[in-house]
């Protein structure tokens, strides 16, 4: 893990030198927080997107919601949650589920306004995603598009926290325990309405610190120990 | 405009006093929010927390204790702690975290500014529950007449010494027979001049003599080894709430692990002047109505200590029932040496809440009169002349006169046993539930003076017929079912059945009548003679009326709802207005609210079975 965390920094650097001038370059420019720094002094950006569809490819993001975590407290403060004005047509079965109608994208943001954003509030500090292949995937085929190059980031995954943690008990479980909203409800979390990027953002946020406290450690653990 | 954080907005816009601010404002509030979440049985907060700042309850639940871990009250979701504002520094208290909690923060200094032009809503969170939590730790020093002695007196004052001690080799005959010798109840025991046990006469029958054990058997074997001390620069009230807390009668006075007296709790009786046994003692001994009443008036203040000092509702009704007892005895005492003897045996009879021991201070007075068969027409004047006097000593000792004329002085309520017995059995045999909504307070009746069994042999024929009567039964249950406890809460209204809204819920109609009724009817249905209502429960408990998780359910809910009515009026005996059964939802925490709740659907639960037992509906 150490290795692979030095490497992780290492390429930041490389990839820093062979980034073009902009806010991708901006954002390579900022060191990743230390890896032995306790949790609790950790910078951690809680992060959900909503997309057109499944395939980072062939889709692309409609929403972006992130909020802000410092020594365990979820500052609403931060709340940010802005909708993309992508190109063409919303399918319907997508429509269902965020519930972000055409006509609503349509007053959306340009793309690279929102991305430029994102990597500054992700700028130095470890992103907190649930699931975090979808988030990962989009935005590096989104940054590959917008400047010609992926960027890295440390990710904590809850999804990762949660099944570490019930691969110890002896009991089964199945996979379906651990969507978001399952954990939720097993630490007996407030329910949130799914599907909107700021409240899933929140939600992850929150299932964090319940899950980081059901670790029951102590002392405040290195950021290490929760890097995917 | 298209609100961010919906979840958070829609939550806080249901707590009051947020349901009346404008959205802006929430929103602003919103921002200036952090989340935390808190593990059960961890810090509530920690060191590293330097701002004051409001907490809200989100989700868990929390317990707030004072310096001296007395129970302040319990925040459950949409609760709000202002605990930590700087208004209420000078409080000293703990909170304990019960359920793993998600609590809102939100600095203080912010929603001062927030509210600067909603001074309303400002002062509701500065003030409201800080005075309640204020209130709760003062209470106890200030405005309380019956304590400020026992505050100001050391407990050295009240102690006794030398104690009578033993060393720990000595077997438990030996220990008996020093504490017998020395009149003793408790022996302190010693391993060389050190403290390590304590032993009482109730260890010696309960842990031995019950047990079968040999008395030649060791001390150690049956002593408490876990010894709760205090020192003698404590005060006496500090030692008495701990006895109280702890549920001990004996406490050894330690200081730097020298012992130097003992104290039980026979000493507070003794010291403490106004407590029931010392009033019903003072009424005993009273030579006129005036000096009653000059007794009676301590029990709203009783009540208040009592409530204060953890007593439960059960308890305290029994402490105020022993007072208008005591004050009804005594009045027929001074009544019988006024008017001379008696011409026929009586008994003068309670009814209602005072028969069931289930009185507060807020109760009025219902009462009757059975007369022996051997009265003569003539008589009645005797038995008229004592109605009279009684019943007006009582109003005048603050038992008002009973709104529905259920006194001795209503000739309908003065009548020969034969004329009672006839009672009961059109009562019970030719039943109609307007005739039986008058005259159910007659089936909680006792005997408080003159001949018992004049009601016993009215009683137990009553009994016979009763539960061989279903019709009589149906009408009783209609008349019980017909009070509904409410469905709920709804913002600060109680939501009651046609979907209309209340401002206050009225503990006795809403939720103590019904329970009382279907106890009473269990009882009579089973031919049970127990009058109080846990006792009546407890009996049918497991019978064909009842299960056993019925009358577990109502037992608890019987309780909960009478503690919230003790608290509730000892609130207002505290602040010193007239005392009622009204509570406005506003002063019933959401934690509360949600045990109401629960009492309320098993009151329903119950209702409807006797409904369907008797085919009402």
């Known amino acids: 893990?150490?290795?692979?965390?030095?490497?992780?920094?290492?390429?930041?650097?490389?990839?820093?030198?062979?980034?073009?001038?902009?806010?991708?370059?901006?954002?390579?420019?900022?060191?990743?927080?230390?890896?032995?720094?306790?949790?609790?002094?950790?910078?951690?950006?809680?992060?959900?997107?909503?997309t057109t569809g499944l395939s980072a490819k062939t889709d692309q993001i409609l929403s972006v919601g992130h909020i802000s975590i410092e020594s365990f407290e979820i500052m609403l403060s931060s709340a940010y949650h802005q909708v993309i004005c992508t190109e063409g047509e919303l399918k319907e079965e997508g429509v269902i589920i965020h519930q972000i109608t055409d006509d609503t994208k349509s007053q959306g943001e340009k793309v690279e306004d929102v991305i430029e954003q994102l990597l500054y509030a992700m700028a130095g500090k470890a992103v907190l995603v649930h699931f975090s292949p979808i988030e990962k995937n989009f935005l590096q085929y989104t940054c590959k598009k917008l400047y010609g190059m992926a960027p890295i980031f440390p990710i904590i995954d809850t999804l990762m926290i949660a099944r570490k943690r019930l691969d110890q008990r002896t009991s089964l479980y199945s996979p379906n325990d651990l969507r978001l909203f399952n954990l939720r409800e097993s630490h007996k979390l407030p329910r949130y309405k799914a599907h909107n990027a700021l409240s899933d953002a929140l939600a992850t946020a929150e299932l964090f610190l319940a899950e980081i406290e059901y670790k029951k450690l102590k002392n405040s653990p290195p950021l290490k120990s929760v890097l995917s | 405009?298209?609100?961010?954080?919906?979840?958070?907005?829609?939550?806080?816009?249901?707590?009051?006093?947020?349901?009346?601010?404008?959205?802006?404002?929430?929103?602003?509030?919103?921002?200036?929010?952090?989340?935390?979440?808190?593990?059960?049985?961890?810090?509530?907060?920690?060191?590293?927390?330097?701002?004051?700042?409001?907490?809200?309850?989100?989700?868990?639940?929390?317990?707030?204790?004072?310096?001296?871990?007395?129970?302040?009250?319990?925040?459950?979701?949409?609760?709000?702690?202002?605990?930590?504002?700087?208004?209420?520094?000078?409080?000293?208290?703990?909170?304990?975290?019960?359920?793993?909690?998600?609590?809102?923060?939100?600095?203080?200094?912010?929603?001062?500014?927030?509210?600067?032009?909603?001074?309303?809503?400002?002062?509701?969170?500065?003030?409201?529950?800080?005075?309640?939590?204020?209130?709760?730790?003062?209470?106890?020093?200030?405005?309380?007449?019956?304590?400020?002695?026992?505050?100001?007196?050391?407990?050295?004052?009240?102690?006794?010494?030398?104690?009578?001690?033993?060393?720990?080799?000595?077997?438990?005959?030996?220990?008996?027979?020093?504490?017998?010798?020395?009149?003793?109840?408790?022996?302190?025991?010693?391993?060389?001049?050190?403290?390590?046990?304590?032993?009482?006469?109730?260890?010696?029958?309960?842990?031995?003599?019950?047990?079968?054990?040999?008395?030649?058997?060791?001390?150690?074997?049956?002593?408490?080894?876990?010894?709760?001390?205090?020192?003698?620069?404590?005060?006496?009230?500090?030692?008495?709430?701990?006895?109280?807390?702890?549920?001990?009668?004996?406490?050894?006075?330690?200081?730097?692990?020298?012992?130097?007296?003992?104290?039980?709790?026979?000493?507070?009786?003794?010291?403490?002047?106004?407590?029931?046994?010392?009033?019903?003692?003072?009424?005993?001994?009273?030579?006129?109505?005036?000096?009653?009443?000059?007794?009676?008036?301590?029990?709203p203040q009783l009540q208040l200590q009592s409530v204060q000092m953890g007593a439960t509702a059960e308890h305290i009704g029994k402490i105020i029932t022993a007072i208008s007892t005591a004050a009804t005895r005594r009045l027929l005492e001074l009544a019988e040496e006024k008017l001379g003897p008696a011409p026929v045996p009586y008994t003068w009879v309670a009814a209602g809440s005072h028969a069931r021991r289930e009185q507060s201070s807020h109760s009025d007075q219902d009462n009757a009169l059975i007369i022996s068969d051997q009265?003569?027409?003539?008589?009645?004047?005797?038995?008229?002349?004592?109605?009279?006097?009684?019943?007006?000593?009582?109003?005048?000792?603050?038992?008002?006169?009973?709104?529905?004329?259920?006194?001795?002085?209503?000739?309908?309520?003065?009548?020969?046993?034969?004329?009672?017995?006839?009672?009961?059995?059109?009562?019970?045999?030719?039943?109609?539930?307007?005739?039986?909504?008058?005259?159910?307070?007659?089936?909680?009746?006792?005997?408080?003076?003159?001949?018992?069994?004049?009601?016993?042999?009215?009683?137990?024929?009553?009994?016979?017929?009763?539960?061989?009567?279903?019709?009589?039964?149906?009408?009783?249950?209609?008349?019980?079912?017909?009070?509904?406890?409410?469905?709920?809460?709804?913002?600060?209204?109680?939501?009651?059945?046609?979907?209309?809204?209340?401002?206050?819920?009225?503990?006795?109609?809403?939720?103590l009548a019904p329970i009382v009724d279907l106890a009473r009817i269990y009882a009579l249905s089973e031919g049970i003679s127990e009058i109080n209502t846990i006792e009546r429960l407890k009996r049918v408990r497991g019978t064909r009326a009842l299960s056993n998780e019925g009358a577990d359910d109502l037992i608890d809910s019987l309780e909960f709802i009478s503690d919230l009515r003790m608290k509730h009026q000892a609130d207002q005996i505290n602040i010193g207005v007239e005392v009622d059964n009204y509570m406005a939802p506003v002063e019933i925490s959401k934690l509360e609210r949600s045990h109401l709740k629960d009492t309320f659907k098993v009151i329903q639960t119950l209702q409807s079975y006797l409904e369907m037992r008797y085919k009402i509906g």
């Open chain 1, 1 to 50: 893990m150490l290795n692979y965390w030095f490497g992780y920094e290492a390429k930041r650097k490389r990839l820093l030198a062979k980034a073009p001038p902009g806010p991708l370059k901006d954002f390579l420019s900022v060191p990743f927080p230390d890896p032995k720094i306790p949790l609790n002094k950790a910078p951690i950006l809680a992060m959900d997107f909503e």
């Open chain 2, 1 to 299: 405009m298209e609100i961010e954080l919906q979840e958070i907005s829609d939550f806080l816009i249901n707590i009051h006093p947020f349901d009346t601010l404008p959205q802006s404002i929430i929103e602003r509030l919103i921002k200036s929010t952090t989340i935390r979440y808190i593990r059960r049985d961890t810090a509530f907060i920690d060191d590293t927390t330097t701002s004051d700042r409001l907490y809200l309850i989100r989700k868990g639940a929390v317990s707030l204790f004072s310096e001296d871990n007395k129970l302040l009250g319990k925040l459950g979701e949409g609760d709000i702690c202002t605990a930590y504002c700087h208004l209420e520094k000078d409080v000293k208290f703990t909170i304990k975290v019960e359920e793993d909690t998600l609590v809102y923060t939100i600095e203080c200094q912010a929603i001062c500014n927030i509210l600067r032009e909603f001074p309303e809503q400002l002062s509701f969170l500065q003030k409201a529950s800080n005075q309640r939590l204020k209130q709760k730790v003062y209470n106890m020093e200030d405005t309380n007449t019956l304590t400020p002695s026992l505050m100001k007196t050391p407990i050295s004052d009240i102690m006794h010494y030398p104690v009578i001690t033993a060393e720990q080799s000595i077997n438990i005959r030996e220990a008996a027979i020093i504490m017998s010798e020395n009149n003793v109840s408790a022996l302190i025991i010693l391993d060389k001049k050190n403290v390590v046990g304590i032993l009482t006469d109730k260890d010696i029958t309960r842990r031995c003599i019950a047990k079968d054990m040999s008395t030649s058997a060791s001390v150690e074997q049956i002593m408490t080894s876990n010894i709760v001390s205090a020192p003698a620069t404590s005060n006496a009230f500090e030692v008495m709430m701990t006895m109280t807390r702890n549920q001990i009668r004996h406490l050894p006075i330690i200081d730097e692990q020298k012992l130097s007296g003992i104290i039980s709790v026979t000493d507070f009786l003794r010291r403490e002047g106004r407590n029931s046994v010392y009033v019903t003692n003072a009424i005993r001994k009273a030579e006129s109505i005036k000096e009653i009443q000059e007794h009676c008036q301590v029990v």
């Open chain 2, 375 to 511: 009265m003569k027409p003539e008589d009645d004047q005797w038995f008229a002349a004592l109605a009279k006097f009684v019943c007006d000593g009582l109003n005048q000792c603050g038992y008002v006169y009973c709104p529905g004329n259920v006194m001795a002085t209503n000739p309908k309520w003065r009548q020969p046993v034969r004329k009672w017995t006839e009672y009961f059995s059109n009562w019970i045999k030719t039943p109609s539930p307007k005739a039986l909504m008058y005259s159910s307070i007659f089936f909680d009746l006792r005997s408080l003076y003159g001949e018992e069994q004049l009601l016993t042999g009215v009683r137990k024929k009553m009994l016979k017929l009763s539960p061989k009567n279903d019709l009589f039964l149906a009408h009783l249950t209609y008349n019980a079912t017909k009070l509904k406890p409410p469905l709920g809460f709804f913002r600060d209204f109680v939501l009651i059945h046609d979907g209309k809204h209340n401002d206050t819920l009225d503990l006795k109609h809403n939720g």
